[in-house]
């Protein structure tokens, strides 16, 4: 063998041969913690985040449905009741009469514009079939 190729063997297993004496990523690195408490945070605040969806997708719907019903009624004078009962049923003054009906006006929606669906440069017309040539 030639004293380079000797050099160069002794330097690699040299190399090979030099470990650290003990445990380096112990050392070094924080101890492990469960993954049980990562696991309930995970699902804890997937959870929040899905309740807050849900409120909010409820409360935009009923806000939507309150500015789409909107129901405009004079103020009348109010009656005084003497019969009512106290539960579960309407005094006679929130019950309509036939004179609060011609009081009340219903908001209406807005009108839609008329428009073509086909553009005018569109052709939407079949072609003719070509005719076969006659065999004779």
């Not at 309930?40 to 309150?66: F, K, Q, T």
């Amino acid at each position: 063998m030639t004293p380079l190729r000797r050099e160069l063997q002794q330097g690699r297993e040299e190399y090979r041969g030099a470990r650290y004496p003990g445990d380096l990523a112990g050392e070094l690195l924080p101890p492990m913690r469960s993954r049980y408490w990562r696991i309930v945070g995970v699902i804890a605040a997937g959870s929040a985040i899905a309740a807050a969806i849900v409120v909010w997708v409820s409360l935009h719907a009923a806000m939507e449905r309150v500015h789409r019903n909107q129901i405009a009624i004079k103020p009348t004078s109010t009656t005084v009741v003497t019969d009512d009962v106290g539960f579960a049923t309407p005094s006679l003054g929130m019950t309509p009469t036939a004179t609060d009906v011609s009081d009340v006006s219903v908001a209406s929606a807005p009108v839609m514009p008329a428009m073509e669906l086909a553009l005018p440069s569109m052709d939407l017309s079949m072609p003719e079939m070509p005719s076969m040539p006659a065999m004779e």
